[in-house]
């Protein structure tokens, strides 16, 4: 084998290693994206745990939804609702009792709206 052709070859192979370790790291993080979430701290003999938002206490092990739609245990919370970014002159109004959404425009309520969504 030729120097240029071995040098080329090395050069690729390092090249595709760090592609083969970028997909691997995008793969790793793909589940973080399909919510906003955050974790907390559980305490070694904790029984229970309150929630952050309400106040109420739950037990360690359970899970629940929140009043701002946060789907919860004792060591994280995630959004349960997405992040909505309507198309231009449309609005997005959250219902946070039904965990539910509506994209509209104020102007003309028989107008079709586009939207894309962030999460869940």
Not at 76 to 102: H, I, L, N, W
Request: hydrophobic letters at 35%; one cysteine or more; charged letters at 20%.
């Amino acid at each position: 084998m030729r120097a240029d052709v071995y040098l080329f070859f090395l050069l690729s192979l390092s090249l595709l290693q760090k592609s083969l370790a970028l997909i691997l790291i995008l793969c790793a993080m793909l589940p973080l994206t399909q919510a906003a979430c955050y974790f907390k701290e559980l305490k070694p003999g904790m029984t229970r745990c309150q929630d952050d938002v309400d106040k109420t206490w739950h037990a360690v092990g359970s899970s629940w939804r929140n009043s701002k739609c946060q789907d919860c245990t004792c060591e994280r919370c995630c959004d349960g609702m997405p992040k909505v970014m309507p198309s231009a002159g449309c609005k997005v109004e959250y219902d946070y009792q039904t965990c539910t959404f509506r994209v509209f425009n104020p102007r003309d309520p028989s107008a079709v709206c586009s939207h894309g969504a962030v999460g869940k």
